[in-house]
Each structure stands twice: as C-alpha cells, then as structure tokens.
C-alpha cells in the first residue's frame, strides 16, 4: 500500500513559493499551474461529513478511486430478506468500466463481497457491509496532478475545502464512488419489488445534440433488456445508433460530451415524501445531484412546463376500473404536493461532458516559473 505521501497532495493555495523544476515545464497544457493553499482562522473551518445518504435506510460510501478499495455501509435494512452478492454483482456488473469502447478504459471486475448483515442467505437487520477491491490501479499516472490543477475536477475545490486532497484519479470525486450507491441501491430496489412491486429503470434519452423524441418510448412498457440491448443503453435502435456516432465523433478526437438520463418509477407506493423540506421531488433531486458530474435535474414536465398554461398542464382525476384514483395525464411527473401520487414517476438527469480528455488546452504559468 502507498505511503500517504505517495496519496495525499497538501500543496499551499496562496502565496509562498514554488519550485521551478523541470518536471512543470512537461505537465499538459490542460493543467493550471497554482501555489499556497488558503489560510482560514479555524473558527471559519467546516468540518462536513457528507458520505451517508437517508433516514430510514442510511447509506455510507467509502473509498478512492485508487485506494484499496470502494464500498458501502448500509443500516436500517430490514431482517430476514434473502440477500447474496449475486443480487448487487448484477448491477455492479451494469456500471463497471470498460464495457465498450464509449466508456473509461479503466479495467475492473467490481467483484463485491458481503462482510457484514448477512447471515446463512438472510439479511440480520444489522449494518450491511459491501466491498469492492480496486484492481487496476495506476497512482503513478497522476504524479504530476500534485503540482496542477485539471481543468472542471474537484483538485481546486479539495485543497480549498480541506487543504489536502487524494491525488490519484481525484479521490472521492471520482465516479468509483458510485460503487456503493450501486451496491446499496441494488438492497434498496430488491427491498422494494419484494414489498410494493416497485420496478425502477434508467436509459439514456440525450447525447450530445441527438435527442430522444419523448413520445417514441412508453415507459409504462418499456423493459431493462430494450435498454441493455446496445452499448448506450438507449431503448431505441434507431437514436442508440445515432447515439453512438455521436460519441465516436468526438472521442477519436479525444474529446467529449454529455447527456440525459431518463429515471422511471413504477408502481411506486403513494403517499411518499413529506412537505415541505422533505419533499419527495426534493429527495430525489439530492440523491442525482450528488452524482458526479452532474447539472440539471427535472421531473414531470420540468422547464417545458413553463411554457403549458395551467389548463394545460393540470392533471385530471379519474376512478380506473380497480376504483383507484388515477390522472388521465402525468405532467406531475407522479409527485403532487411532494408525495408520491402511485403515478410513474418520470425525472431526467443532466450529465456535463466527461472533464478528463485527451485535448490539450490553453493552461498558464506564474511568469516566475518560466
């Protein structure tokens, strides 16, 4: 295991000095070069711990992308539910890297092992501890990013923040975190189909400039093998196609672009969410929004239902021939008031493209390092 010094980059933010060594004139020309780090009295230092996620159903995530390992705590989890590591590994299996040539070239199997909560196939009720080993680390591709600052990653905002930072491959920034939202959400999902028949489905509805037409999918049929049966995970052949031309294009240039997750929620319980901080659009929003990378959340008929008069937008009620209350349209996206109303719920997740390219660009030196 690397020694701290090897991991950890406590370069100063602000003033001070910096060494006019050789090995800055050779960092890519995407990278800032900076000094001292930000002195702040300590009455004015945060001390945050932002890694657990929820109230009855609590989610920790640890680990660094090029650390020993990603993982997850996850307490509150009800007893006797049968859970395997084959029941995450499906979806881990969905996220790992290198699938395709339109994801990170980073190579790991992402194989989980339950540690803790399960006993003889059964959940104990007790905190479930998932680990996933980190394989194909590379610490050393990053020796120079302790002396810069890469373009859109969290390098600056880490040493603002805390005056320290994990170099390698960005830390707890990097999309490895992910893993044990993965792993955690896989508990979360089965807890919820075994319970209310709760199915949740995720494809990608935008690519760039190559926009999915709402009205070509029915999310009230769509299924997860439309979705897994091309490498952009677009449930139509036709735009998955366009899709992946679209990314092509512009990684053979080593560039990149962004895109849209649709998220659907079928037979969601009602009565979810609780006004007025607690809201269930609310909710939702936070959990998206702290993945990384994203930058714009909508549910229901999001900004374009600004441009909808309120006859037009408005939900009728009707009794379905089961007497349950239902509306004729869904413009709510399956939320009224912040609570959950058994509709589909329907939000559209914004991702900026990928900051780590392979494009050069246009960086600055202190004239006094030249």
Do not use: W
């Not at 395997?84 to 299996?93: A, I, R």
């Not at 959400?185 to 935008?206: N, P, R």
């Not at 930058?295 to 009620?317: C, I, P, R, V, W």
């Amino acid at each position: 295991m690397a020694s701290s010094s090897s991991c950890l980059s406590s370069k100063p933010f602000f003033g001070g000095s910096i060494s006019s060594d050789a090995n800055l004139r050779s960092i890519s020309s995407a990278y800032l070069q900076v000094s001292v780090r930000p002195r702040i009295p300590k009455n004015l230092q945060i001390r945050a711990a932002g890694s657990t996620y929820g109230n009855h159903f609590r989610v920790t995530t640890y680990g660094e992308s090029h650390g020993g390992g990603v993982g997850c705590v996850i307490d509150g989890c009800p007893p006797r539910i049968p859970l395997s590591e084959s029941d995450m590994q499906v979806d881990l299996d969905r996220r790992r890297p290198g699938q395709s040539r339109i994801t990170t070239p980073r190579k790991e199997t992402d194989t989980c092992k339950i540690f803790s909560g399960v006993s003889e196939g059964l959940t104990t009720g007790t905190p479930i501890h998932v680990f996933v080993p980190n394989t194909d680390q590379r610490g050393h591709d990053y020796s120079e990013m302790s002396l810069a600052y890469r373009p859109s990653h969290a390098d600056a905002t880490y040493d603002m923040k805390y005056g320290v930072r994990s170099v390698q491959g960005g830390g707890r920034s990097s999309a490895r975190e992910t893993i044990g939202r993965v792993a955690s959400g896989a508990v979360a999902k089965k807890i919820l189909k075994d319970f209310a028949g709760t199915e949740i489905l995720a494809y990608v509805s935008q690519v760039h400039k190559v926009i999915l037409p709402e009205d070509l999918i029915d999310n009230e049929t769509v299924t997860l093998d439309q979705i897994e049966s091309n490498i952009v995970r677009c449930p139509d052949p036709e735009y998955a196609e366009k899709m992946i031309s679209a990314i092509d294009a512009v990684r053979v240039r080593g560039d990149s672009v962004g895109g849209v997750v649709t998220c659907i929620v079928r037979n969601c319980p009602r009565g979810l969410g609780s006004p007025v901080f607690d809201k269930l659009e609310a909710e939702l929003a936070k959990a998206v929004m702290s993945l990384p990378a994203t930058k714009g959340f909508q549910f229901g008929s999001g900004f374009a239902g600004t441009f909808l008069t309120g006859s037009e937008h408005n939900d009728e009620f009707y009794i379905d021939e089961h007497g349950r209350t239902r509306t004729r349209t869904n413009r709510s996206g399956g939320i009224q008031g912040g609570i959950s109303n058994g509709e589909i719920i329907n939000m559209r997740i914004a991702f900026k493209p990928t900051s780590t390219i392979g494009v050069s660009l246009h960086f600055y030196f202190p004239k006094y390092l030249i």
